[in-house]
């Protein structure tokens, strides 16, 4: 699970949202410090930026005063209890000097800021100050050290420390600025020591650039930082299991006894839960807890609990066994075509026997007084005999006497806030017992009502599930608390009965109701975005582009038939005149992708300036993958150049294929560390490379193409399971169109369409078998069935393709959830609805047209239907 999915999940009860944007009505959210209502200061601007409010002191002309792109900065560190205090000390120290700075302007977006899964490289910032020079930072260091001094805060992984307060300093860009880096991909820059921009690295480690001396005045304080280690401790780390905001989790060996132990860290201020327990007070609760439940056989043995430096740890007993998720990709029957009926009731048996020892163990937890709180498929260790269970990561529990909430867990046994006490823990069972079959309980967070349809298709699927196992389970999610007359629903947001659900397979009425759902979900009023969608619209460009963006929306809604959406195009029109700084170049994350869609819809001088806008960056150093480099850039060119005649397009399109063929002649980059696929592997540049042979000729592109393929395929692996050929990414195999084999197979058949090829003739036909399966976590294009829909459509490949194309598409419905009374998809994680291309409405809407709809001709860019293979030759 990505946990970065849970904060964009708390503005909205539909849709991903940014954090700062949460409702000033909603419960969690809380007033601005008094400084952020502060009037701005005679000769000062104030911009809201993001989760910041920047203060700029203007000069004579009225514009911001000139001062350093980049140099050494102060942050400052806060609690909720002193950062009311800390922003108005910073605001009255910086104003009088004319030094600009920016804060987190509120409770709630602090907070967020330090909660366990929030991005260690930003953890801990409340307060940024821009010194001028050197000599200005050691000042501010000392003076503002002083007025601070006392003062909390969580440590800021990337940073210096300034003495024991709560002040920090790295070195990295004052001003907003972009470089190319070594991945091909746009990053923050600075300028090194010769004035090229370099990436600004922002690795949660303090780290001084090799062009940069690090102040003499710093010195001893990196010598104080680095004077705590571990290496008196009686304890050998030997590997790290996990990092959160909150500390790591490590395996190691006590070095007196060799028993094989864990030690789990907590990091004060930082971690925070919802209800502000820092990382520190998990881990003293977890400790109680598992004391109290000592002996049971169910939970790891406390072995010591000690301090150092600030952080405090928890040693105990090493679990043998393995996480009950790892073994859902080996045994479930699901994962296959055409499952074998002893292999579901093999699975079956092993479920129901696994989902009881699971409730013996919380009934154990329970006796004890315990509520566990936090139970789910990564919290239980199933050993290796698996017969029994053990329950990890207790730092939620709390005595069933205190009858509370639950603060932290799983989106998917996520209970509503009608559930106390133990309760808790017996929705989680019911979570579970769904779970183990489709483990899809996230959609839940949208809608519990979700759970009947779930319990039909299991059934379905596994006819020896006893049916009252299944009915108890929905009575349990789906029950609501008595409450007072006009008391709020609370939990999730209900939607129709799964039965009133529109079928995805009944076209058009599905493809209006779709449209319907997105155009409802619009938000023209917005600058940041146009159709809810994935939490990467809140990057740099995301809210425009191809994947995530408008961009990607109007396409699909174009492709398939739907009325143009005026306002939409209005909207993207008005936000790329001129676009907004930081926007990537390429065909899913930026310009290009905007630039063909808006010349699809009839804008050419826009997509023309927005080319021209590419040719003036360095595109020549992009990646050279299809999502965001070389390959995607090149396809768009090219197109411009046919649609409009431009020989300068042509030519740098030209350029762009002639880049690749010449680094895929060099050595290979280790297998292991490459990515494969469509979208960030070879295969994309193969697609550009085919399409500029088809247009010029040149026999070297298409055996460049068949290189890139070859690359792709040294990745893949055919699944012990039956489950067809996939992306071998060494911890998990993908089948998926955007990172997986299924969009490999769309660049085979129309490599095919030119030249045989024994190696990808076989290859294709296994990656049929893969888009075949009958179950996939998710609906989404890239990374879900709509994907597999999507080319089971398209593809060439001799097979039963038409009833694997019925299938996918009735299993389509599995993920059908409601908006507005619409068709809708759950979007990445599904704990929210998107409506985008990459993971949305958007993308399944496409998907089902090139599937049900047979004068249609919708698909991805440069991906339209093949021409069959006697249709052979280059289009010159």
């Given amino acids: 699970m990505d946990q970065r999915y849970e904060v964009y999940a708390l503005t909205d009860r539909h849709f991903y949202d940014a954090p700062d944007r949460l409702s000033a009505g909603a419960p969690e959210a809380a007033p601005a410090y008094a400084a952020a209502r502060r009037a701005v200061p005679e000769g000062w601007e104030a911009a809201r930026i993001g989760d910041w409010l920047n203060l700029t002191p203007l000069g004579a002309d009225g514009r911001p005063a000139p001062g350093p792109a980049q140099g050494w900065k102060i942050h400052a560190s806060a609690t909720r209890a002193n950062a009311e205090r800390i922003a108005a000390i910073v605001w009255d120290y910086c104003v009088p000097r004319r030094i600009p700075f920016k804060f987190v302007p509120g409770p709630h977006l602090l907070h967020l800021r330090n909660t366990k899964y929030a991005a260690r490289d930003t953890s801990g910032k409340f307060v940024t100050v821009y010194p001028a020079d050197e ?36 070195y990295g860009a004052f001003a907003r600025a972009f470089v190319v880096d070594e991945r091909g991909t746009l990053v923050p820059a600075v300028r090194d020591g010769a004035g090229r921009a370099v990436p600004d690295r922002r690795a949660p480690s303090f780290q001084v650039p090799d062009w940069v001396t690090l102040p003499s005045f710093l010195e001893p304080h990196l010598a104080a930082r680095n004077t705590t280690t571990v290496g008196e401790l009686p304890y050998r780390i030997e590997k790290a299991l996990h990092f959160s905001n909150g500390g790591g989790v490590y395996a190691g060996t006590d070095t007196r006894d060799g028993r094989k132990v864990v030690l789990k860290e907590g990091r004060p201020h930082a971690g925070l839960a919802a209800d502000g327990a820092d990382a520190i007070s998990r881990l003293e609760r977890e400790r109680q807890a598992l004391e109290r439940v000592a002996g049971t056989g169910v939970v790891p043995e406390v072995r010591d609990w000690f ?14 066994g393995r996480p009950l998720n790892s073994f859902f990709a080996e045994k479930h029957p699901l994962l296959t075509p055409d499952p074998e009926p002893g292999a579901v009731a093999a699975y079956t048996e092993w479920a129901l026997r696994i989902h009881r020892a699971v409730e013996r163990a919380v009934e154990a937890v329970h006796a004890r007084g315990i509520v566990f709180n936090d139970l789910h498929v990564f919290n239980i260790m199933v050993a290796p005999d698996e017969e029994s269970v053990v329950l990890i990561d207790f730092e939620a529990a709390a005595p069933a006497s205190e009858d509370g909430r639950q603060v932290v867990a799983h989106p998917g046994f996520f209970a509503p806030p009608d559930r106390r006490g133990a309760d808790v823990d017996r929705y989680a069972l019911a979570c579970l017992r769904l779970a183990l079959f489709l483990p899809v309980t996230t959609l839940f967070v949208v809608d519990r009502g979700k759970a009947a349809h779930l319990a039909d298709v299991i059934a379905g699927q596994f006819p020896d ?56 979900s619009a938000t023209p ?63 899913y994350d930026g310009l290009a992708g905007i630039a063909h869609v808006l010349d699809r819809l009839g804008h050419r001088q826009r997509a023309l300036d927005l080319a021209d806008g590419i040719l003036r960056e360095r595109w020549q150093r992009l990646s050279s993958d299809l999502h965001g480099g070389l390959a995607g850039v090149g396809l768009v060119l090219g197109e411009l150049a046919r649609t409009t005649g431009e020989g300068e397009l042509r030519d740098r399109a030209a350029e762009a294929a002639h880049l690749l063929v010449e680094r895929l002649a060099e050595p290979a980059p280790d297998t292991s560390r490459r990515r494969a696929g469509l979208l960030r592997g070879a295969s994309g540049p193969a697609l550009f490379l085919l399409r500029q042979y088809e247009r010029t000729g040149e026999r070297e592109l298409l055996e460049a193409a068949a290189a890139a393929l070859r690359r792709d395929l040294d990745r893949c692996v055919v699944q012990p399971n039956g489950g067809g050929l996939a992306v071998d990414e060494g911890w998990r195999t993908l089948p998926y169109l955007g990172d997986g084999s299924v969009g490999v197979g769309m660049v085979l058949d129309d490599f095919l369409a030119h030249a045989d090829d024994e190696r990808f003739e076989r290859a294709r036909a296994d990656i049929l078998t893969a888009a075949a399966s009958r179950f996939y976590a998710q609906p989404g294009l890239f990374q879900g069935r709509a994907g597999m829909i999507l080319h089971l459509s398209r593809t060439t490949t001799p097979g039963p393709t038409e009833r694997r194309l019925a299938e996918q598409v009735g299993a389509l419905g599995w993920y059908a959830m409601a908006y507005e009374g619409q ?23 496409l998907a089902l047209a090139a599937a049900l709809d047979g004068e249609s001709a919708a698909g991805l860019p440069f991906l339209t239907p093949p021409r069959r293979p006697h249709e052979r030759g280059p289009a010159n």
């Fill in 525 to 587: 009023e917005r600058d940041d975005r146009l159709f809810p969608g994935d939490i990467a619209q809140f990057s740099d460009g995301g809210g425009l582009g191809l994947a995530h963006g408008a961009a990607g929306v109007l396409y699909a809604l174009a492709g398939t038939g739907a009325d143009r959406y005026e306002e939409g195009e209005r909207w993207l029109l008005a936000r790329t005149a001129p676009p907004p700084v930081g926007t990537p170049l390429g065909l």
């Fill in 307 to 320: 301090t150092l430096g600030d952080h405090r740890f928890l040693v105990m007993d090493f679990v043998e």
């Fill in 823 to 845: 068709l809708a998809f759950p979007g990445h994680q599904m704990m929210r609805l998107s409506m985008d291309l990459a993971t949305g409405t958007a993308g399944c809407l």
């Fill in 465 to 520: 599930v006893p049916r009252d196992f299944l009915d108890e389970a929905v009575a349990e999610i789906t029950r609501e608390a008595a409450r007072p007359v006009g008391a709020g629903t609370g939990g999730a947001a209900r939607v129709p009965a799964a039965a009133s659900l529109v079928d995805p397979a009944d076209w058009p009425y599905s493809r209006d109701s779709m449209v319907k759902a997105i155009l409802a």
């Fill in 135 to 170: 000599e200005q930072l050691h000042l501010v260091l000392r003076e503002l050290g002083a007025l601070l001094e006392g003062f909390e805060g969580p440590y800021i992984l990337t940073d210096l420390r300034w003495g024991a307060g709560p002040l920090y300093v790295r």
